[in-house]
C-alpha cells in the first residue's frame, strides 16, 4: 500500500460494495417471534473470526475477518478426532445489512451455541443462555443505509447452563460434544406496531365429531382489533372464527368449531392442517402468521399407546443432531433428510431428540412424513447448581412454546436425562409444562433402579433407559412397571454387546448389534404393557465419554454419514413388503475375508414370506425362518447355509415371495475385479441461496450396486462450480468402510452446476452434478 494512502477496512469495502454484494434485500414489513414470509434471512456473507477488543464496534477493522455463510460452525472438523478445546473461545460474527430507520427491527437466531451477545451498530442489543433454543434481540438503532448487526458467540465448557456442568469437568463428562457457532438459521424483519407474537392452536375432542380448535394468541395491541382464524386442509377451508381484541390485551382465546369433517394426522396417513391467524382492524390485516397442526389423539397407557384410538406399539430410534464434518451446523434440507431416514428407510413410528430440543426444519420433517416424537430440555446425567436450574426452567418454557403446534411431538421431556433431580425441582418443570401445553403428558427418562421415586407423584409416563442385559447373558428387558405408562428409551447402544459397530469390524460384532436390536423389539413386541422401545441410537455421534473410541461413538444402526450398517437391516426389514421389499444380508459377499464364503447359519433380514437363494443362477435351497427365535415381529429374519468350494467366487441371488408373488430379486457378486466407484447425491437441485446443502454418498461397490464394506485405498475429490465442499478432500476406506460421504453446499448467486468428481486409484472415477437455482429443489426420486 503507497505511503500516506488510507486503508481501506473490510467494513468499508462491504459497505461501499453495497446491500447486493451482501446478499441483502430491502426488509419486509411484517416481523414475528418466529420468522414470517417478509423477514430477511441472515444467511449469507458474514463475516468472522476469534473474538478481539473492540470487535464488536461499528469502526471496527474487519481486514482480518473471514467471510462465512450461516449455519456455521466456528472450527473445521473431520468425521472423527474431534477436540474441543478447538471451539472453546469467544468468537465474532459480524453482517451488514440495509435498512430504513424509520422502522423498528428484530433479529431472530434459532441456535447459538453456546451463548450469545448481540450488538447494533455498537450497542449492546440483547444476550441469550443456552445453544438449542431461539431467542430475538430487538434492534432500536437502526439508520438509514449500511448497519452493522455483530454477535460474539462464546462456546466455552465453563457456561453454567444446560448441558454443560462446568464444576464437573470438561465436556467429555456429558455423552456428546457441542461444537460452537450460528449454527442454525438467523433472520431480521421489522416490528409491526400491531404484533401476533404467538399463536397455540390446539386440537380438542379429537376423537368427537364435534371436535374444535382451541387458540391461545398473544400479540401486542395497542388499540382495538379482531383477532381472526382460517383452518384450512388440502386447500380447502373447513372453519373459521374469531374474537375481539381489547386495546391492550396481551392474550386472547377462542374456539373453531364446525371441524367435524377435518381428517386425523396418523403415522400412516400425516394429514396437516393449516390455521392462518390474523390481526385486523377493519379491512385492514395488521400482521398474519400461519401455523401447521394435526388432528390426533395420542396416550400413554398402562395397556400400551394410543394413537387415535387404536393400539401402535411404538418403535423408534434416538437421534442426536450432529453431523461430520459441520458440527450441527447443517441446513434445514440435511436435517430433514434424517427424518426421511429414519421414518421411510428405517420404517420408526417414532424418534426421540436427544439430549435437547432439535432443529424446527427436523420436526417440520416428522410431521410431514408421520414420525412421533419424543422432544426434551438440554441436560445429560446431572443437575446443576441453582442458576443451572434456572436455565432448565427456562429451557421448559422455550421448547414448549416454540414446539407445542407440532402433532408428531406426543411427550415433553422435561426432566433431565437420567439424573436424579429433586421432586421439587421436576414438579415445577411439570408444572410449568401443564400450564403452557395441557394436552401432553411429561417424562423424563431414569437409569435408576429406584428411578420412579426421583421423578415425584406426578410421573405421567415412566420412561427407562434399560441397560440391564450383561454382556454374554441371554438379552432381556427390565418388565414394565406396574400402574403407570411404560416406555423404552434407551437400550443396546455400546453397553451391550461390543464397544463399537462399525463397517471395519468382524463380521460377527456387526451382525450382533443387529441380532440385538431385533431381539429388543421382539421383546418389546410380546407385552402390550410396554408402550414401545426407543433403542440407541440412530446414527453415530461425537463424544469423548464411556466407551468412545477416537472421540466417537459408534452405536449407531447407521454411521454418522447417515449409510446404513448391518444392523440398519432389521428396522429396514419390518415394513410392508407392498411399499418395499427388503432382501438384505447380515454377510458380506465378499471372499478376500472369507475364502469359504459366509458360513453356516448367517442371517438374511426380509419383510418377504419365503427365500429362494441361487448360486451362478443354480438353485440352492430356500432359507429358514427364524420365527423361532423372534417369534413377536412382523417379520423375522431367515437362516442359511452358505459355504461354496475354495477359490470360488460365484454370483449369489436372492429372490423373496410375498403372498406368492416374486416381489424382489437381489444379486450379489463375488468378483471384486468388477467393483467400481459410486457417488450419489441425495438431491440433485438445490437453492443457491448459500443456507441449502446436500449429502452425496461415495462408496466402492460392486457390479449391482451393493456397497463393499470390506474396500480399502483412498478417495479424492474435486468441486467444481459455484459452491463449497463440506468435508475431506480425501476419504479413507479402509477407515470408513467402504463409504463415506460429503455435502454439497451452493454459494448465494446466480444459478450453476457443481459438480463432484471422487478417484481412486483401482475402482476408478465417478461423479455427482447438481444444480443450483433460484427454486426450492428437489431430490433425485
Known amino acids: 500500500m503507497a505511503e500516506g494512502k488510507p486503508r481501506l477496512t ?26 414470517g414470509p417478509d423477514s430477511v434471512r441472515l444467511g449469507d456473507f458474514w463475516l468472522f473470526g476469534r473474538y478481539a477488543d473492540g470487535c464488536t464496534d461499528l469502526g471496527f477493522d474487519e481486514l482480518d475477518l473471514s467471510p462465512v455463510q450461516l449455519p456455521h460452525c466456528v472450527t473445521p ?47 449492546l442489543a440483547g444476550t441469550h443462555e443456552g445453544g438449542y433454543l431461539p431467542f430475538e434481540a430487538e434492534l432500536p438503532g437502526v439508520v438509514d443505509g449500511d448497519n452493522v448487526l ?29 461444537p460452537a457457532g450460528i449454527y442454525r438459521p438467523a433472520t431480521i424483519g421489522p416490528v409491526p406496531r400491531t404484533r401476533l407474537a404467538d399463536v397455540f392452536a390446539r386440537p380438542v375432542d379429537v376423537l368427537s365429531p364435534g371436535r374444535s380448535l382451541h387458540l391461545t394468541c398473544t400479540l401486542d395491541a395497542p388499540a382495538a382489533a379482531q383477532v381472526t382464524a382460517s383452518v384450512r386442509q388440502a386447500g380447502r377451508e373447513l372453519a373459521r372464527g374469531g374474537a375481539p381484541v381489547p386495546p391492550g390485551s396481551r392474550t386472547v382465546e377462542f374456539d373453531v ?39 390426533r389423539d395420542a396416550k400413554f397407557t398402562t395397556d400400551g399407546f394410543f394413537l387415535n384410538g387404536r393400539r401402535l406399539k411404538l418403535v423408534g430410534l434416538n437421534r442426536h443432531q450432529w453431523y461430520p464434518f459441520a458440527g450441527g451446523a447443517m441446513p434445514g434440507r440435511v436435517q430433514r433428510r434424517d427424518a426421511e431416514i429414519l421414518r421411510r428407510e428405517l420404517n420408526c413410528t417414532m424418534v426421540r431428540c436427544s439430549h435437547y430440543p432439535q432443529s424446527s426444519a427436523f420436526l417440520d420433517a416428522c410431521d410431514e412424513l408421520g414420525l412421533l416424537v419424543w422432544e426434551e430440555i438440554p441436560g445429560w446425567g446431572r443437575v446443576g447448581d441453582a442458576a443451572w436450574q434456572r436455565q432448565n426452567l427456562r429451557d421448559v418454557s422455550g421448547m414448549i412454546t416454540r414446539d407445542r403446534n407440532h402433532p408428531s411431538i406426543v411427550v415433553w421431556g422435561t426432566r433431565v436425562n437420567e439424573a436424579n433431580g429433586t421432586t421439587a425441582m421436576y414438579g415445577r418443570t411439570g408444572q410449568l409444562a401443564r400450564q403452557l401445553d395441557p394436552s401432553r403428558p411429561t417424562s423424563g427418562a431414569l437409569a435408576s433402579s429406584t428411578g420412579a421415586r426421583f421423578a415425584g407423584s406426578d410421573v405421567e409416563v415412566l420412561a427407562y433407559n434399560d441397560y440391564t442385559a450383561r ?6 428387558l427390565r418388565p414394565p412397571r406396574a400402574g403407570v405408562p411404560y416406555l423404552v428409551t434407551e437400550t443396546i447402544g455400546t453397553l451391550a454387546g461390543a464397544r463399537a459397530y462399525r463397517r471395519t469390524d468382524q463380521a460377527a460384532a456387526q451382525q450382533l448389534q443387529a441380532e440385538l436390536h431385533a431381539k429388543a423389539h421382539d421383546l418389546a413386541a410380546a407385552d402390550d404393557r410396554y408402550c414401545g422401545l426407543l433403542a440407541w441410537c440412530a446414527f453415530d455421534y461425537p463424544s469423548g465419554w464411556q466407551r468412545s473410541v477416537g472421540g466417537s461413538k459408534y452405536a449407531g444402526v447407521s454411521d454418522f454419514f447417515r449409510i446404513p450398517k448391518p444392523a440398519a437391516a432389521f428396522y429396514a426389514s419390518q415394513g410392508d413388503p407392498r411399499t418395499r421389499a427388503v ?32 448360486l451362478d443362477d443354480r438353485p440352492i435351497g430356500e432359507a429358514r425362518s427364524r420365527r423361532a427365535d423372534f417369534p413377536h415381529l412382523q417379520h423375522p429374519p431367515f437362516a442359511v447355509d452358505l459355504v461354496v468350494p475354495l477359490g470360488q467366487r460365484p454370483q449369489l441371488r436372492i429372490d423373496g415371495y410375498a403372498g406368492g408373488e416374486l416381489v424382489v430379486s437381489r444379486r450379489f457378486s463375488g468378483d471384486r475385479s468388477r467393483d467400481v466407484l459410486s457417488c450419489v447425491p441425495d438431491d440433485t437441485r438445490l437453492r443457491a441461496d448459500g443456507a441449502d446443502a446436500t449429502r ?47 455435502w454439497l453446499r451452493p454459494f448465494a448467486g446466480p444459478p450453476g452446476v457443481l459438480t463432484l468428481t471422487a478417484k481412486h486409484e483401482t475402482l476408478g472415477t465417478a461423479t455427482a452434478t447438481v444444480s443450483a437455482d433460484g427454486s426450492e429443489g428437489g431430490s433425485r426420486s
Request: aromatic share 10%.
Open 10 to 35: 473490510r467494513r468499508g469495502f462491504l459497505a461501499a460494495s453495497g446491500a447486493a454484494l451482501l446478499g441483502v434485500a430491502a426488509v419486509g414489513s411484517a416481523g414475528h417471534a418466529a420468522p
Open 257 to 295: 368449531g364446525g371441524l367435524g369433517a377435518v381428517r386425523l394426522w396418523d403415522v400412516e396417513d400425516p394429514a396437516l392442517c393449516e390455521v392462518v391467524v390474523a390481526v385486523r382492524s377493519g379491512a385492514a390485516v395488521l400482521d398474519q402468521r400461519t401455523v401447521r397442526v394435526g388432528f
Open 77 to 123: 472438523l473431520s468425521w472423527t478426532g474431534w477436540d474441543p478445546a478447538s471451539w472453546q473461545d469467544r468468537w465474532i460474527y459480524r453482517k451488514h445489512f440495509t435498512a430504513t430507520a424509520a422502522e423498528r427491527f428484530t433479529a431472530r437466531f434459532d441456535g447459538v451455541m453456546t451463548t450469545a451477545s448481540v450488538f447494533l451498530n455498537g450497542t
Open 150 to 178: 455483530a454477535v460474539v458467540v462464546d462456546g466455552r465448557w465453563a457456561l453454567d447452563v444446560p448441558p454443560n456442568l462446568p464444576r464437573a469437568g470438561g465436556p467429555s463428562v456429558i455423552d456428546f460434544y457441542q
Open 696 to 742: 452425496v454418498v461415495v462408496s466402492a461397490v460392486d457390479r449391482f450396486g451393493t456397497l463393499r464394506a470390506g474396500a480399502t485405498g483412498k478417495v479424492t475429490l474435486a468441486l467444481t462450480g459455484p459452491g463449497e465442499l463440506v468435508g475431506d478432500p480425501t476419504l479413507d476406506f479402509g477407515a470408513t468402510g467402504g463409504a463415506a460421504a460429503v
Open 471 to 476: 454382556r454374554g447373558a441371554p438379552f432381556q
Open 583 to 614: 432382501v438384505e444380508p447380515g454377510f458380506a459377499w465378499d471372499f478376500t475375508a472369507s475364502p469359504s464364503g459366509p458360513g453356516r447359519d448367517v442371517t438374511i433380514w426380509s419383510n418377504c414370506d419365503r427365500l429362494l437363494l441361487f
